[in-house]
């Protein structure tokens, strides 16, 4: 089975400075999908990113990027020029390509970004 | 504009209540998945379909059961509602497929209190 651990329940970081949250995750699979989502206070849960594991070349999404360590199993979020519209709470989550049954995902713990004016 | 909606925001039940929790998505997506969300445990998936009258046991499915009747409405049952089923029930729906574009769509949460 697939875990995601996200070792930073709580980060703060000053507007408009960059923020890097963590993200591991382990599997004995070649192939899947890791996804960055947002869940603002609104509770509507947002992907912010995603990544396919076959890709070398890190995804970016204007002032989100991602570095993807395939071998290390490490899939961090970087927060560019932080807004204070970015404050959320953030998950990572792991999704498996060929499962036909629902391309289900797998959570990590969250963690909850503040953003200081 | 994609859209999946749940029927309630917040909702209090006393225990041993039969409890229905509705989610509708007007996308006409095949598969939909009810999670539940607890702080410092992220969301685990309780159970989800990929059809009409079709579910899998997610995660976590003790104390749930699920209904999909029609395509586009998935409800979650708690037959007798305990006080630790206290959570943020989240529902989601994404296309059938296997390729990157299929992400799931999520509605905006019920949070449940059992007294």
């Known amino acids: 089975a697939q875990t995601v651990t996200q070792s930073q329940p709580e980060m703060s970081v000053q507007e408009a400075e960059t923020v890097t949250l963590s993200c591991t995750y382990d599997?004995?699979?070649?192939?899947?999908?890791l996804l960055w989502y947002k869940q603002p206070p609104s509770r509507q849960m947002i992907l912010v990113i995603r990544?396919?594991?076959?890709?070398?070349q890190n995804a970016t999404e204007n002032r989100f990027s991602v570095n993807f360590q395939k071998a290390a199993k490490s899939f961090s979020l970087k927060i560019s020029d932080s807004q204070l519209g970015d404050a959320a709470m953030y998950f990572c989550a792991y999704r498996r390509p060929l499962e036909t049954s629902g391309s289900r995902l797998t959570f990590g713990e969250g963690t909850q970004l503040t953003v200081n004016p | 504009d994609v859209k999946v909606t749940q029927s309630s925001r917040y909702l209090v039940k006393r225990t041993g209540e039969k409890v229905f929790l509705e989610c509708v998505q007007d996308?006409?997506?095949?598969?939909m998945f009810w999670y539940r969300q607890d702080p410092g445990l992220g969301l685990r998936l309780i159970y989800f379909s990929y059809d009409v009258k079709m579910k899998e046991k997610g995660d976590i499915p003790e104390g749930y059961s699920v209904s999909r009747e029609k395509k586009e409405r998935f409800s979650l049952i708690l037959e007798s509602a305990s006080t630790n089923q206290t959570s943020m029930y989240l529902c989601a729906s994404s296309p059938l497929g296997i390729g990157s574009s299929y992400e799931q769509y999520f509605g905006p949460g019920t949070r449940l209190t059992v007294t």
């Open positions: 990544q396919e594991a076959y890709k070398q």
């Open positions: 996308m006409d997506h095949e598969n």
């Open positions: 599997t004995s699979e070649s192939d899947y999908y």
